[in-house]
């Protein structure tokens, strides 16, 4: 039978042993210094996430953290609803669109109201889809329950006088109808409360037009 020798018993000189009051003290101020450690890193951390939440409802509806923590779903569109989108903000779906929507709708409407991005004022969008780029519109899930609701809001609101709509060409629609970039700026420099809904994508020559009226307060992007 094999057996298994003893281990050493090791017997340290007075030099070499460790002080027990040393030891409990400096594993105390090990102590001390993690929690401050993981204090401090616990403050920052709230730190940032209340700045970034409130950077967020600052500057409105954020879309980048939407599409990261909302449930939704792409709607590619063709040549002819980017047509439409831009210059109605209507998108009639077609029945491929209809399908694909219905495997996370229980309700699929005929026609969506298109929100446009710089439009809502927090992370509640008013409708239920938003044109997120030019061939996109995202239909966000968890509004899905009041779709047709908020879509005819959307649709409502671009009938009203002072409401125009821009497409991703950078020409301007009322009701549908094209207006020349000179009649829109009389409008928005002679009346108060001009509504604008802008593209994803804009022409930088037409954004800064439009940035410049934006800083003289006569055009607002808020539905």
Same mark, same amino acid.
Request: proline share 7%.
């Given at each position: 039978?094999?057996?298994?020798? %003893?281990?050493?018993?090791?017997?340290?000189?007075?030099?070499?042993?460790?002080? %027990?009051?040393?030891?409990?003290?400096?594993?105390?101020?090990?102590?001390?210094?993690?929690?401050?450690? +993981?204090?401090?890193?616990?403050?920052?951390?709230?730190?940032?996430?209340? @700045?970034?939440?409130?950077?967020?409802?600052?500057?409105?509806?954020?879309? *980048?953290?939407?599409? !990261?923590?909302?449930?939704?779903?792409?709607v590619h569109l063709s040549p002819e609803q980017i047509i439409e989108v831009g210059r109605t903000r209507r998108l009639?779906?077609?029945?491929?669109?209809? !399908?694909?929507?219905?495997?996370?709708?229980?309700?699929?409407?005929?026609v969506f109201g298109v929100e446009s991005l710089r439009e809502p004022t927090c992370s509640c969008c008013i409708s %239920?889809?938003?044109?997120?780029?030019?061939?996109?519109?995202?239909?966000?899930?968890?509004?899905?329950?009041?779709? !047709?609701?908020?879509?005819?809001?959307?649709?409502?609101?671009?009938?009203?006088?002072?409401?125009?709509?821009?497409?991703? *060409?950078?020409? +301007? @629609?009322?009701?549908?109808? *094209?207006?020349?970039?000179?009649? @829109?700026?009389?409008?928005?420099?002679?009346?108060?409360?001009?509504?604008?809904?802008?593209?994803?994508?804009?022409? %930088?020559?037409? !954004?800064?037009?439009?940035?410049?009226?934006?800083?003289k307060g006569r055009v607002s992007f808020k539905l």
């Open positions: 039978m094999k057996t298994t020798k %003893p281990m050493p018993h090791l017997v340290l000189s007075p030099a070499l042993r460790p002080d %027990p009051t040393a030891i409990s003290g400096a594993f105390r101020q090990k102590q001390i210094h993690s929690s401050l450690s +993981i204090t401090n890193v616990l403050t920052q951390a709230l730190f940032c996430l209340l @700045f970034t939440v409130t950077s967020t409802l600052a500057d409105g509806f954020n879309l *980048e953290f939407s599409l !990261e923590t909302n449930p939704h779903v792409t009639v779906l077609t029945q491929e669109q209809k !399908e694909k929507l219905s495997y996370n709708l229980k309700n699929v409407p005929d %239920p889809a938003m044109w997120t780029d030019t061939d996109k519109v995202t239909v966000w899930l968890d509004r899905s329950s009041e779709a !047709e609701q908020f879509s005819q809001h959307a649709l409502t609101a671009r009938q009203k006088d002072l409401h125009f709509v821009m497409d991703s *060409e950078g020409r +301007i @629609f009322h009701k549908g109808t *094209e207006v020349s970039f000179d009649k @829109f700026s009389d409008t928005a420099n002679t009346k108060n409360g001009v509504k604008l809904a802008m593209p994803p994508v804009c022409p %930088p020559d037409v !954004e800064k037009k439009i940035d410049v009226m934006i800083s």
